[in-house]
């Protein structure tokens, strides 16, 4: 195996937005879970009463490995619950992440969970991809033509980036504050400020979500498909003959597909024409869940299959369930695990990017500041820049969270588990003991002599 770089990403998102289905499909990837379990066994949700109540309440954590191009990434995935009464799990998951990938639902958009999951993504100065997930619901549920899912998968991008472009504003005003209050005023009374001035002279394009950045999937988990536009630039510019980067800076916005002249044009909206990325992607998928779902047209889904260059088992072309059949398809044209994993390969910055002022930070406890700390803490913050995996070199155990425990509950705490009268349960004899019995309480062996028990 060569070189491996290692990742490490969180899954947040709002309730009910196909995040652990979503990793059910990347656990599928390994060869942990048949792909066909994938949105059914729920691999991470190892507690019984995550499976019960369907939701996540427990941070989960599994390695991955992807081949990227050519070289091979160990991915750490951290499966953090999205309900807002367990949100202490995801902030302390944010402490150990490089990045994190935001999971929305199609339908439902950015809810208030996902406005405080951003903002603790931003906190800890980690950088989120986003997945917007449950693109089938538009389809078979609301019913969305193409060209009105476009238009409402525009309105949640822009939701998203208001949230963003607020944290933004809010990190500016506070830095250009506390630079006024070191400065000393004017003289002849208050001065006046404008606050808004500063904020146009920094780039903030970098922190925004948009296809065309390569930091947006669009995903149906539970049908196992997904994509970025950079694999219909790649797809196109082959048949097309466009330059790819072209079809990437023009999949996404206002353009359209002059046919006669094949050229891409600026101003579909006005015009009345389809843009690319409806023309090109969302048609070709709104088709394909209409020829299997809708009419079950088995001609049409031969000639899709065909043009695709698909095979599918003759049990999933016989099954009864077109569901079945739709997922045999998309799993093999447009696999979600690879949209996700190459997305957090290419834009989730690896460990040993990480910056001083963080590994500071996570070596602080409380109040206390990274230079008050010992000199043997202060000498990890090499080791922890380097990532190295030396024999020599330390291991890290960094403890996220911390729960207080009543001392009457510890094992050696407890009361002696006694009968009536005070004699000890017959179970509790240990015929390797001559004579003598063994309580086990919490791994703390008590022996007594025959004499004290009879």
Not at 131 to 151: C, F, G, H, P, W
Not at 268 to 292: E, M, P, R
Not at 343 to 364: G, I, W
Request: aromatic residues 6%.
């Amino acid at each position: 195996m060569k070189e491996v770089v290692a990742l490490r990403c969180s899954g947040l998102c709002c309730t009910c937005a196909g995040k652990t289905t979503l990793a059910d499909c990347l656990v599928a990837s390994n060869g942990i879970i048949s792909s066909r379990l994938a949105g059914k066994l729920r691999y991470l949700d190892s507690r019984e009463d995550e499976q019960i109540r369907g939701i996540t309440m427990k941070s989960s954590a599994i390695s991955l490995h992807y081949r990227h191009g050519a070289e091979e990434y160990l991915l750490n995935l951290i499966d953090s619950p999205g309900h807002v009464d367990f949100s202490s799990e995801v902030s302390t998951a944010v402490r150990l992440c490089d990045g994190a990938i935001v999971v929305l639902d199609a339908v439902e958009g950015v809810c208030p969970q996902t406005q405080a999951v951003l903002r603790q993504a931003w906190l800890e100065n980690i950088k989120p991809v986003l997945v917007i997930n449950k693109m089938d619901r538009l389809i078979v549920e609301l019913k969305l033509t193409s060209q009105e899912a476009y238009s409402h998968l525009q309105k949640i991008l822009e939701q998203v980036n208001a949230v963003t472009g607020t944290l933004f504003t809010s990190r500016v005003l506070e830095e250009r504050a506390e630079k006024e209050q070191k400065e000393e005023p004017l003289p002849g009374g208050d001065p006046l400020y404008d606050w808004s001035a500063g904020l146009e002279e920094v780039d903030d394009s970098h922190l925004y979500f948009s296809p065309d950045q390569g930091n947006v999937v669009f995903a149906s988990a539970i049908d196992g498909w997904g994509f970025s536009i950079q694999q219909f630039a790649q797809i196109y510019s082959q048949r097309m003959g466009i330059n790819p980067q072209v079809l990437l800076r023009t999949l996404w916005g206002d353009f359209y597909l002059h046919a006669k002249a094949k050229k891409i044009l600026k101003g579909a909206q006005t015009k009345g024409k389809k843009n690319l990325f409806v023309q090109l992607v969302l048609d070709n998928i709104w088709s394909l869940y209409d020829a299997v779902v809708t009419r079950r047209d088995q001609e049409k889904v031969d000639r899709v299959m065909s043009s695709l260059g698909v095979k599918v088992a003759a049990r999933d072309l016989r099954h009864s369930d077109p569901k079945v059949l739709l997922s045999a398809i998309c799993s093999q044209w447009l696999p979600v695990s690879q949209a996700v994993l190459s997305m957090v390969c290419e834009k989730l910055p690896s460990p040993l990017d990480m910056t001083a002022e963080r590994v500071e930070k996570l070596l602080s406890v409380g109040a206390r500041g990274f230079e008050a700390l010992p000199e043997e803490t202060q000498q990890l913050k090499q080791a922890f820049l380097e990532c190295s995996s030396r024999e020599d070199a330390p291991a890290i155990i960094f403890v996220s969270k911390m729960f207080a425990v009543d001392a009457r509950m510890l094992p050696q705490n407890r009361p002696s588990q006694r009968t009536t009268r005070g004699s000890l349960h017959p179970l509790a004899r240990d015929p390797s003991v001559p004579g003598g019995l063994n309580l086990a309480l919490g791994g703390v062996r008590a022996e007594h002599s025959s004499e004290a028990t009879s």
